[in-house]
């Protein structure tokens, strides 16, 4: 009914992790064929993410994990124009939108807390330690990347003028756990 994808810009831990910084993308249609073949052939019903990564090797998609959960970056999809929970209450209801959504590419989410962390590990750890890629930007870019607080399409996990709560109460908890 709905699809979404985004790229990952960077990952906690910094080799691959959970999305830190994450971009709206166009959905591939390779990917797309792939997962909706596979979703069909499980008679899947519902909410379902179906991870890709690309074999730099050869160029092609390898399954990672098909999730029937709602995902970590889902605040991304609903940022950028897709409200999946919003979508599953209106078929639970019995609703049909009439038109499929779309959404806006470009579109950055960031989770600030795990973004610090992710620094912190390229700053305090090798290379070697972290399995970092040799295209993996080192420490001094990391710095001035992660230094880009704002940006047009930009928006914070947390952080949200209309729901601070959220936000406290991570830095709550990030203060008393050390």
Same mark, same amino acid.
């Given at each position: 009914?709905?699809?979404?994808?985004?790229?990952?810009?960077?990952?906690?831990?910094? #080799? *691959? /992790? +959970? #999305?830190?910084?994450?971009?709206?993308?166009?959905?591939?249609?390779? @990917?797309?064929? +792939?997962?909706?073949?596979?979703?069909? @052939?499980?008679?899947?019903? /519902?909410?379902?993410?179906?991870?890709?990564?690309?074999?730099?090797?050869? /160029?092609? &998609?390898?399954?990672?994990?098909?999730? *029937?959960?709602?995902? *970590?970056?889902? +605040?991304?999809?609903?940022? @950028?124009?897709?409200?999946?929970?919003?979508?599953?209450?209106?078929?639970?209801?019995? %609703?049909?939108?009439?038109?499929?959504?779309?959404?806006?590419? *470009?579109? %950055?989410?960031?989770?600030?807390? /795990?973004?610090?962390?992710?620094?912190?590990?390229?700053?305090?750890?090798? %290379?070697?330690?972290?399995?970092?890629?040799?295209?993996?930007?080192?420490?001094?870019?990391?710095?001035?990347?992660?230094?880009?607080?704002?940006?047009?399409?930009?928006?914070?996990?947390?952080?949200? &003028?209309?729901?601070?709560?959220?936000?406290?109460?991570? &830095?709550? %908890?990030?203060? &008393?756990?050390?």
């Amino acid at each position: 009914m709905a699809a979404f994808a985004h790229r990952r810009i960077r990952e906690k831990p910094p #080799s *691959g /992790g +959970q #999305s830190v910084l994450s971009e709206s993308t166009a959905v591939d249609p390779v @990917a797309f064929d +792939q997962a909706a073949r596979l979703l069909r @052939a499980l008679s899947w019903r /519902g909410v379902a993410m179906v991870e890709f990564k690309r074999d730099m090797r050869d /160029g092609s &998609l390898r399954l990672m994990e098909i999730n *029937g959960r709602f995902w *970590g970056s889902l +605040q991304l999809a609903i940022d @950028a124009g897709v409200d999946f929970p919003g979508l599953l209450v209106d078929l639970a209801e019995g %609703r049909r939108p009439a038109s499929l959504p779309t959404y806006r590419l *470009g579109v %950055r989410l960031r989770w600030l807390w /795990g973004d610090v962390d992710s620094l912190l590990a390229v700053l305090f750890k090798s %290379r070697r330690a972290l399995n970092l890629p040799p295209s993996h930007p080192g420490k001094l870019r990391s710095v001035l990347n992660f230094l880009v607080l704002w940006k047009p399409r930009m928006r914070y996990e947390l952080e949200r &003028l209309d729901d601070p709560g959220p936000a406290w109460l991570e &830095l709550r %908890r990030r203060l &008393l756990s050390r």
